[in-house]
Every structure is written in C-alpha cells, then in structure tokens.
C-alpha cells in the first residue's frame, strides 16, 4: 500500500470539494442569503485537504488496492463533509438526516428524507442537486481530468469509480480518457439546460433539474418534482436525456470520431434500447385506461420507465397507484439498471447479458460435454476473469439486498416498502414502492436505517468492492 500516495490523492478530493462548494456559495449570494454554512465548510474542507497535500509521497505509483483505497475513502469524507452546509444552515438539522441526503446525492440516488423541499434554501437546493453532478462522472475521474497525476497506475482509480463490468480507456492515455468523458458529460448537460429553458422554465430549475439529470439522480426543486410543470415537452426532454446519460459514454466518442457503424452496432445499446421499447409499450397498454387513451398513457410510460432503468428517480405520477403488473415490472428495471460506463446504477445491462449468455453456455454444456462455448459481447471474446466476476457481483448485490432489507425491517414497515426502499439505495434509483414511493419518502425510517441504506448507495454507486475491501484486513498490509 502507497499511504503516502493514498493521503496526497485524497487531499486533491478535498480541496476540490471545497473550491466547488464556492458555487452554492454564489448561489447564496445571488439570492441573498446567508452564505456562513458554505464559507466555513468550504474553509474547513480546504485546510484538510491542505494538510494532506503536505504528506508527499516518496513513490507515485498506485496499485489496484491503493485505487479502491482511494474511492472508497474518498467517497466517505465527500459525504460526511459534504452535509455540514445543510446542518450549519438549518436546511437539515439533525446530522444524520444531512449525510443520507448527502450520500443520496453524491451518489444519484435521488432518495430524500426530506418533507418541504421548497423549505430549503436556494443556495441549499443548488448544492442538493449539484452533488448529483458531481458524483454522476465521479469525483476521481474529475481529478484525473483537471490535475496531471503522475504513474503508470492512475487506470487503477477510474476502475475503482466507474461503474460497469469493465473499464477501458477511449485513447491510450487515463487522464485524456478522463478529459474526453468530462467534455461529453459538461456537453449533454449544457445542450438539455438550453431546452429546458425553451420549454419555460428558469434558468436556475433548468439549471438544477439538468446536474439531476445528468448525474441520473432525480433530486427536484419542487415536491412534485417534474410533474410540478404539467408540461409535456418538459417530459420529453427530460426523458429523452435520461436514456441518454443512461447510455455507455464510449458510444459517444465513436460517434465523435466518425465510428457510426461501431456505435450503434453496440449489443449493450441494442438491447437497453430493446429493454425501453418493450417496457414502454407493456406499461402503456397496462395505464392506458388510467389515462383514458393510448398517446396520454405513453406519455407517462416513457417517462417513468426512462426514470426508472436509467435509475434518475424523477417523478410526473404516483405509480404506486398503477395496476400491480405494471409497478412489478418498474421494479424489474431497478434491477436491470443502465449501462455500463453511464452515469446510471443497476446491475447493468452489459453484465446481465454476459450472465446470461453464460448461463445458456452452462446449460449447453450440459447437455453437450463435449462442446466447447465461447462468450462474446460485441464479437469480442469475454474472458473468463470477466464471467467470473460478473458472476460475483450478482451473488454480492443479492447478498447485500438481503441483508439491507433485513436491517432495515427492524423499523416494522411492510415488506414491499422494505424490499424496494433496499433495492432503490442499492441500485441507486431513489423512489420505490408503498411508503417509499415517489408521493412518499425515507424519512419514515430510523437513524439505523437511514445509515444501512445511505452504505447500500455507496455500495451501489462503487459496486460494492471499493467499500467491501476497506474492511478486509490484508488490504492494509504493505506488501
């Protein structure tokens, strides 16, 4: 372990939270409020990460270890400091509340404790929703992007952070993969804030409701969240841009450069749009009474199941009140989730397809002992050391479902409000069924469960290892 290298990364994580709470702290001083919660967090983060700069490493190599060192670690303290603004201020007094919103946010879940949103302040809202942004790319791949990091080793970090089966880099260099995908993010973000704007909203909703957005986070300026518009051109575009953030960012580099064939003949982004298609017209069908017709129906299919398997969690009806086939099958994309290399959660499509692709090769095998089955995602052979972990992390995610499920069923809610409150946090979606659902919210639950499930998002957000391996004591060790 690189301790030194650990320290002086975590230091960078730091400083920059701080210089971005500057923004919130703008915001306060456009609205005229008071801008103390900001000043003093935005000090006190700054002389952290001050101090831990000072630790100058002797070796700048970093390891795949020191890598999930450093996301885990880093995602920890971004969210315990990262709620002192809201509880300095008065917007969430009590600290625990603060820090599972907080976590809510960094990590796009979009789950909130919260009762009168339009309650908080201005400055409070920016920095809510901000944090979606922040944590949609990841705040380490931020920093490879911004601060040259020396080594050979720096992939080891955008691994850790970036969710999906497997990370690779768009050009030969991590920093530049890093740069690109900033630019394609700040890009999509800038393009939905204009047609936002043009549908009639603000500059500060379209603003905030586009870092939602674009994070896939779902945190709204108002209670009703976009149903607050009544706006069906505001629905589109919001749904539209949730797919779109939903999608692995690579695509849109092949696009960039010209690679049109290679883009869209993507078997990951044939069938997460296969899997919108077929649940948009099942939920139409299945609402299409509620809404007396088929187009007012689709409206509200499209948006909710954009919503939902991009796992954003905005809201333009209570779909705890649709037919029951049709809130089992919003559960069904919790699970399925988005693509890998998005700012989305879920289990992810590429790595359900390799799942299955390998459970048939298992059953042909069976059947066949001689035969021998390759595994090919995009006509290229999947190794075996990707089987096996895509494998892991199913078991992992339905371990740590189950287990959160149980703890959080101590408070005595229903089942399904406790089962869907863990599978949102842990697929980082944000509303779920019954008391949880998108008319309803998490501050029913104990401080106990509020601190299970705001694990369960970091768990979900980092894909369990990054945490998982803090705890483990070999990973200390120095050699």
């Known amino acids: ?91 969430i007094p009590n600290y625990i509340d603060a ?37 949609g790319m990841g705040m380490l791949v931020f920093i490879m992007a911004v601060m040259p990091m020396s ?53 500060y909703d379209a603003l905030l409701h586009s870092f939602a957005t674009a994070g896939t986070g779902g945190f709204s300026t108002r209670a009703s969240s976009i149903g607050a518009f009544n706006s069906v051109y505001i629905d589109v575009v919001v749904s539209t841009f949730m797919l779109l953030f939903g999608v692995n960012f690579n695509i849109y580099f092949l696009i960039l450069i010209g690679k049109f064939r290679t883009a869209f003949g993507s078997e990951e982004l044939r069938t997460y749009l296969l899997i919108v298609g077929s649940a948009v017209l099942a939920l139409t069908l299945s609402i299409s009474r509620i809404y007396g017709g088929f187009f007012s129906a689709l409206r509200y299919s499209y948006f909710n199941v954009a919503t939902v398997i991009s796992t954003t969690g905005f809201g333009n009806a209570d779909f705890t009140k649709w037919p029951v086939f049709s809130q089992w099958l919003l559960v069904l994309l919790m699970f399925i989730g988005s693509c890998a290399g998005s700012t989305g959660g879920g289990l992810k499509v590429s790595r359900l397809i390799i799942i299955f692709k390998a459970a048939f090769a298992d059953v042909a095998q069976m059947i066949f002992p001689r035969s021998v089955s390759v595994i090919r995602l995009d006509r290229t052979r999947v190794d075996v050391g990707t089987i096996r972990a895509s494998y892991t992390f199913f078991a992992l995610y339905i371990t740590f479902l189950m287990l959160a499920t149980l703890c959080v069923s101590v408070d005595g809610f229903d089942v399904t409000t406790n089962f869907t409150a863990a599978v949102s946090c842990l697929s980082n979606i944000g509303p779920g069924l019954s008391l949880v659902g998108p008319s309803g919210n998490f501050a029913i639950f104990s401080y106990f469960s509020k601190i299970v499930l705001s694990i369960a998002m970091l768990l979900g957000r980092l894909e369990i290892y990054p945490l998982l391996v803090l705890v483990m004591p070999t990973m200390w060790r120095r050699k």
């Open 1 to 91: 372990m690189n301790y030194r290298m650990i320290i002086h990364v975590l230091g960078y994580v730091l400083l920059i939270i701080a210089v971005l709470m500057l923004l919130p702290l703008i915001a306060g001083l456009f609205f005229r409020e008071n801008i103390f919660n900001f000043l003093i967090t935005s000090l006190l983060t700054a002389v952290l990460g001050v101090i831990m700069l000072l630790i100058r490493p002797k070796k700048q190599d970093l390891y795949a270890r020191d890598g999930f060192a450093i996301v885990g670690v880093g995602w920890i303290l971004m969210s315990l400091l990262g709620a002192l603004p809201f509880v300095l201020c008065g917007d």
């Open 99 to 135: 820090v599972f919103e907080t976590v809510s946010g960094f990590t796009t879940t979009g789950a909130s404790i919260l009762n009168d949103i339009e309650g908080l302040s201005r400055s409070g809202l920016f920095w809510r929703s901000f944090t979606h942004w922040i944590g």
């Open 151 to 203: 080594g050979n080793h720096s992939m080891h970090i955008m691994r850790a952070e970036v969710p999906g089966p497997t990370v690779g880099k768009l050009v030969p260099k991590a920093r530049k993969t890093a740069i690109i995908l900033y630019l394609i993010y700040l890009g999509l973000t800038i393009l939905e804030t204009i047609l936002l704007l043009l549908g009639g909203m603000s500059f």
